[in-house]
């Protein structure tokens, strides 16, 4: 992934055949879920089984939430370094 500033994806690519696996994403901080939604998307596209991220502090600000449940993603696993706000059923 290429940013040109914070919360906004440049470009993104995948190094490998993705084809028939199940992915694991792992991200350090998962803000807007925007950049976790269009990895899954664009790994989707490329022949993936599933898509699942884990994130270590999930912020989940703005409709973050809408993202992912909207998103490719199968499943969001987070830690508990920040309180959830809501619940989601990925």
């Not at 995948?14 to 055949?17: F, K, L, T, V």
């Not at 992915?23 to 350090?28: N, Q, R, S, T």
């Given at each position: 992934k290429r940013r040109k500033r914070a919360n906004e994806i440049e470009s993104m690519s995948?190094?490998?055949?993705v084809t028939g696996q199940d992915?694991?994403?792992?991200?350090?901080i998962c803000d807007t879920a925007k950049t976790l939604a269009k990895a899954a998307e664009l790994i989707m596209q490329n022949g993936a089984n599933s898509v699942r991220a884990v994130c270590t502090h999930p912020v989940?600000?703005?409709n973050a939430y809408d993202v992912v449940e909207k998103s490719m993603l199968t499943e969001l696993i987070v830690t508990?370094?920040?309180?959830?706000?809501?619940h989601s059923d990925k």
């Open positions: 995948i190094m490998g055949d992915i694991v994403l792992i991200d350090d989940l600000s703005e508990d370094t920040i309180p959830l706000k809501r």
